[in-house]
């Protein structure tokens, strides 16, 4: 069976500092790969979705960036954090090649930035 | 761009009350998917649904795919206090498309 990890649990770091969140995923191959932020008490926001290693797009212009260096993995990162970066950080994967878009979700990544 | 609503944005219930949520859109979807968020971890998926008129249960949980595939809803019935949580219907137009998350409905459950 398929299983999605998230590294680290909870993060704290000060304003300017470097990000980067780690996901991956077992048990599937060349699968689709995103990353959500979910602000307190709102909904999911798709920051970046991968189909394929070093294939990246970017849904919102911010200070953050992906990459995908392997099949299975997916970093968030960013040079110098900002307060607005505060967050829950969702991986997430889909199978490439089903009919459906059914998306699995990760543990989540607690970061905040102080 | 699409959106999907879901409203309220709280509901309280008693234990062993059955409860309802809506999520609608004013775009055609091709698959709706129901995911339910306990406090500090990702969305569970708990039903998806392919086909419109689709109705599909999953113990307690029970969901339909509305005929015009503008609507879905979720039913659960005796809820229990670990039903509580955020629900959250999403949508998909086609394969490898993005999801369209509504905002989530946060359930409580008075014991």
């Known amino acids: 069976s398929q299983t999605i990890h998230q590294w680290p649990a909870t993060l704290v770091q000060p304003v300017g500092s470097p990000l980067s969140l780690e996901c991956t995923v077992e048990g599937t191959s060349n699968p689709n790969l995103y990353w959500y932020r979910q602000a307190a008490g709102r909904g999911l926001q798709l920051l970046f979705y991968s189909v394929g290693i070093g294939q990246i797009s970017s849904e919102v212009p911010q200070n953050l960036s992906a990459s995908r260096p392997q099949d299975r993995q997916f970093i968030l990162s960013s040079k110098k954090l900002l307060l607005s970066d505060s967050g829950f950080y969702l991986c997430?994967?889909?199978?490439?090649?089903?009919?459906?878009?059914?998306?699995?979700f990760g543990p989540g990544t607690r970061l905040t930035v102080l | 761009g699409q959106q999907l609503n879901q409203s309220p944005q709280s509901m309280f219930i008693q234990e062993g009350e059955d409860v309802s949520m809506n999520c609608t859109s004013s775009?055609?979807?091709?698959?709706w998917l129901w995911y339910k968020q306990d406090p500090g971890e990702g969305p569970v998926l708990l039903i998806a649904?392919?086909?419109?008129?689709e109705l599909t249960s999953n113990g307690r949980l029970t969901a339909q795919f509305g005929i015009t595939r503008k609507d879905s809803f979720l039913n659960i019935s005796a809820s229990i206090p670990s039903d509580v949580g955020i629900y959250f219907c999403?949508?998909?137009?086609?394969?490898?498309?993005?999801?369209?998350f509504g905002k989530g409905i946060t359930l409580s459950v008075r014991p």
């Open positions: 775009s055609i979807f091709n698959t």
């Open positions: 649904l392919y086909k419109a008129g």
């Open positions: 999403a949508g998909s137009t086609g394969a490898n498309s993005k999801l369209t």
């Open positions: 997430a994967w889909s199978e490439l090649a089903a009919l459906t878009d059914t998306q699995y």
